[in-house]
């Protein structure tokens, strides 16, 4: 371990597993939105599916839907709130209400939110496999860490990948649910069961994510390392410039 490591990844270490698990739980929080997140993401598709369950139409049901997406993302602007969040899920919103416009199938509303999450459960394994796992890439930004778990932690890269592993085989088992019911279902019966597995898998996920997590060494924080550098070459500088002047003094006198 270097010099630089003993303030971030040691010191943290020597506080505790208890330390390291709330550390793990607020990033954890702060990267998927947390209970507001998760409103946010479910309740455009409630809106959708109940109004088309109960009058059967599409451009109101769709109409709805985009305007409370549009609604929580000014809400959080108005509050001055990341909008993140609520505007990935805005951008779900559109793409559905455009497929299921074009195509005049109130199915093809939830079609797009599909692919993604098809997408992005190969994306959690394909990167892994390549020995990058995307959770990685994700959560080191928000631990303050960036790339450092890929070469000089070697116990957190292998909990990013488990963590990987999990979310990419939930998200592929979500998808072997819905796609086939995206054929065999009617709307409204493919909407609530769309609705009713939004949050379960997701918090399933999550759970893993901080179980492996929070077993794993702590993270180095590249941030603190860069300014405890910049501290140490400015003192470097201060004292070298204290010589020249000590030497010009000398010079001087002499």
Not at 89 to 118: E, S
Not at 123 to 129: E, H, S
Not at 220 to 248: H, S, T, W
Request: aromatic fraction near 12%; charged fraction near 20%; charge should be neutral.
């Amino acid at each position: 371990m270097t010099s630089l490591d003993k303030p971030t990844a040691q010191d943290q270490e020597d506080r505790g597993p208890e330390h390291n698990r709330a550390v793990t739980e607020a990033a954890l929080f702060d990267a998927f939105g947390g209970i507001r997140g998760m409103v946010e993401t479910v309740l455009p598709g409630l809106l959708f599916v109940t109004i088309f369950t109960i009058n059967k139409d599409l451009h109101i049901s769709a109409i709805a839907a985009l305007a409370v997406s549009l609604l929580l993302v000014a809400v959080r602007l108005i509050r001055r709130d990341t909008v993140k969040h609520a505007f990935s899920g805005v951008f779900g919103v559109a793409f559905g209400v455009v497929f299921a416009m074009m195509t005049g199938n109130a199915k093809d509303f939830y079609l797009p939110g599909m692919l993604y999450t098809l997408g992005l459960g190969l994306a959690y394994i394909i990167t892994t496999l390549a020995g990058v796992p995307l959770i990685g890439l994700i959560l080191g930004p928000v631990f303050k860490e960036n790339l450092s778990w890929r070469t000089r932690n070697p116990g957190r890269k292998k909990a990013y990948a488990k963590a990987s592993w999990a979310w990419g085989l939930i998200l592929l088992a979500k998808c072997a649910i819905l796609f086939p019911l995206y054929w065999w279902a009617d709307t409204t019966q493919f909407g609530w069961v769309l609705v009713a597995l939004k949050i379960p898998p997701f918090l399933l996920a999550v759970y893993l994510t901080w179980v492996f997590l929070a077993k794993a060494p702590p993270p180095i924080d590249v941030f603190a390392e860069m300014e405890e550098q910049e501290r140490a070459e400015r003192a470097k500088e201060e004292r070298a410039e204290e010589e020249r002047n000590a030497a010009a003094r000398g010079d001087h006198e002499a």
